[in-house]
């Protein structure tokens, strides 16, 4: 009826892509164990919108997230913004509904974030943030259970089974160490330069270092090395935290922001004992320091053991005031985020990610054209034993539809003709072993069930 | 540390929204039933950015869609657009990836759409879609199996109970009957003024309508009461639809297209009787149409027994070609789709929404500062039982925390103090009934997370 068209050329925006069920599959399942972790320990679920007026979120990141911004005037004239975390939103909404929210107030938001940055290096400018915080306290609890959840959403990343993952570690520190010696030997106010000089330790070396801090801080040869030590303290991952955290003690005695840095940390190692995690999960780093401006107190960096080039895979840490921007009322708070789309590509690479096109796994043939109606009927006695299964939905040649099962990772077909109508038996074939075996079904379907439990679990 | 500053109002943009904990949370239950409802039939999860190229979204809805979209110059100075629907996207995509997709190919798509429109009445420019399609066969059997999942789903939106929901009805028609009549009385060419006529019956009445085709569609008298007649065919809800499909079957006696359509829609009426529906829970409706361009076939509405001033909650129905536009290859195919916010007023205004604002339902009080280590343990077994649990964040007054437990609606409390853990016990209280008891805590656990499950699901 209609007119030839010119055809669009179908494509994504470069840095976009399209999720396909053999990607999206995992994915959900990821984020419904992650939620599920989160949900335990009483975070509750919130969802903000996409766009936000723009000053809510321009000058709230760093320049280049700034530069990145999608930003743009809507139908009434208003400057808007799509948001680039869910940290910026979560702060808006904190102050926003200040009056109705109970605190402490337990919050995770997963959702895409947008940032128009280059896409060198495998980076995208649509990704999703996994974020989980707890505001409106300072407890040392909320500390050890931030490190808890980290480790339990971890422990469960291997989508192929359901048992407890454990090859990786996460790394502690807390910004009140270095502060607080910062503060003890008369620095304070050279806390930006000092970490910018510490950051290139590893490129540099100590030498030079020193020489940098005493450039840029102004700090003497003996303040540059004392405060190489007390990094040096957390260098070695082998040794004891609980003594290297003695040690820390002795060198920031007297200063009470040090000391509160390190009895926090002692903390958090005493509960991953108390619930029975092995020595070794956490690892005391007094390097890491996770930017300049925005974490105060404890912070964590997670890795997998098999792929630390990945970078940290959940992060997180302690915040005096989450909301200043758009409130009085003062925030703190501690929270960290799954970073799902590097976790995932990590997991690809390590070969943990099994690759399946569809949700259920059994497979109804729909080969004898008079018999659709015992289809449907199979299918539906099925679901309501809880076995999800498809119906193919054309009458074609069984073998196309076998092949169609092995494309799309089936694992059972359930073969019901004339013959197997009349005996009142299924064809039960199991496509990963390519055998078949004839099971009774009869009203209610119990012993196909039972049956299909034990081909498909066992 | 830092100077004051200006405080940035914290408001969303008209027309958009946050969802707080008591919103969201029955949100991600309804979502989680309505996802497994689709894969349970083998529909897959797929997801596609929110941003596209202007191209492939402009033109492609309603004039008011072109007028509404959220668009803009993105960085490299493309013209981009924010999606306002889950089908053109679906469309692209499947012609995107027409190599890599096993056909027939099923898909459910759950996310976010903008539509910057007129905010009165209670709608909103960001808004859920939870599509779901079958493409690449125009079997009958993918009809059935919509009209099952559109049921199945309807049966499982009563949050407060795991049981079966009844009070709504499903609206179905197909397009061929009206075209199949238009064609056998000559009429083929005036299916668009024929139906803008029809549609206004319920206002103006059978007269003016008969007026209006003759003169928009040059109908004769005969003509147009014949159409309404046929249309008349489905005004009796009560009447046996399967005496009126064989009405309408003598009606349309030598019209190919006609009576496919009215054969399709009996064995929709006897799938629904095979898998144990009640009779009436489909409807046969010829006044239904949705939309003059798109569908070509079976098309379903359904509607709330107790609010059917709701309008439709789950709509779809079967289309010749979903991606013309951007391939040649015909995909024909059939989906619908759950209008999950419009659901959710509805179902708010029937009272049928919980309001609770906490995932988990068991609350640890923290209120001997020295056992804040037990706390943890304690939780942690209780997670480990597959029992959640939220220990309060800072050692605080009991009474305090009881009432922090009441406001967000939590179940139970357990209480943990030095007597208790001597006695190796805890005082469960009843949150509900505002009872307690003492119950045995030994390592394991086993006896409390017994006592817990008969205390939240009794």
Chains 1, 2 share one sequence.
Not at 299 to 325: C, H, K, M, Q, W
Not at 328 to 333: A, H, I, R, S, V
Not at 378 to 389: D, E, I, K, T, Y
């Amino acid at each position: 009826m209609s007119e030839p068209k010119k055809i669009i050329e179908p494509r994504t925006l470069k840095g976009f892509r399209d999720f396909l069920p053999e990607m999206m599959i995992p994915r959900e399942k990821m984020i419904a164990r992650v939620s599920e972790v989160y949900r335990s320990y009483g975070y509750s679920p919130i969802d903000t919108p996409v766009l936000e007026y723009l000053e809510i979120l321009s000058g709230k990141g760093s320049d280049e997230t700034d530069r990145q911004l999608y930003r743009f005037k809507d139908h009434g004239g208003r400057e808007v913004g799509m948001r680039f975390d869910l940290t910026v939103p979560f702060a808006r909404f904190s102050a926003q509904h200040a009056a109705e929210l109970v605190l402490p107030f337990k919050r995770y938001h997963i959702a895409k974030v947008w940032r128009g940055e280059n896409t060198q290096a495998g980076r995208y400018r649509e990704f999703s943030q996994c974020d989980f915080d707890v505001i409106g306290t300072t407890s040392t609890l909320s500390d050890i259970e931030t490190a808890l959840v980290i480790n339990d959403v971890m422990q469960r990343i291997d989508l192929r089974s359901d048992g407890t993952f454990t090859r990786f570690k996460i790394h502690v520190n807390s910004r009140k160490i270095l502060n607080g010696l910062l503060e003890k030997i008369g620095l304070a106010e050279k806390a930006v330069p000092v970490l910018r000089a510490l950051d290139k330790l590893a490129k540099i070396g100590r030498e030079k270092v020193i020489a940098e801090m005493a450039e840029t801080a102004g700090a003497a040869q003996s303040q540059a090395e004392e405060i190489l030590d007390v990094v040096g303290c957390g260098a070695d991952a082998a040794a004891d935290p609980r003594r290297r955290l003695d040690e820390l003690a002795v060198r920031l005695a007297g200063n009470g922001l040090g000391l509160e840095g390190v009895e926090t940390l002692r903390e958090i190692f005493d509960a991953a004992r108390a619930v029975g995690l092995p020595d070794g999960r956490f690892v005391l780093d007094v390097s890491i320091a996770r930017g300049l401006d925005y974490y105060t107190g404890t912070i964590f960096e997670t890795f997998l053991d098999d792929l630390p080039s990945l970078g940290s895979v959940a992060s997180g840490g302690r915040y005096d005031n989450l909301a200043g921007l758009y409130t009085k009322t003062p925030l703190p708070g501690i929270g960290a985020s799954l970073g799902i789309d590097r976790l995932f590509a990590g997991l690809e690479e390590l070969g943990m990610i099994d690759r399946v096109s569809s949700p259920v796994r059994v497979l109804i043939p729909y080969f004898d054209r008079t018999l659709s109606r015992e289809y449907i009927r199979l299918a539906a006695l099925l679901r309501r034993g809880g076995v999800g299964a498809e119906v193919y939905p054309e009458p074609k040649k069984l073998g196309q539809q076998l092949k169609y099962a092995d494309r799309k990772g089936f694992s059972a077909a359930l073969i019901l003709g004339s013959g197997e109508l009349e005996k009142g038996v299924i064809q039960v074939k199991n496509l990963k072993t390519q055998t078949q075996e004839d099971v009774p079904y009869a009203e209610g379907g119990e012993e196909l069930l039972a049956y299909l439990e034990r081909l498909l679990n066992g």
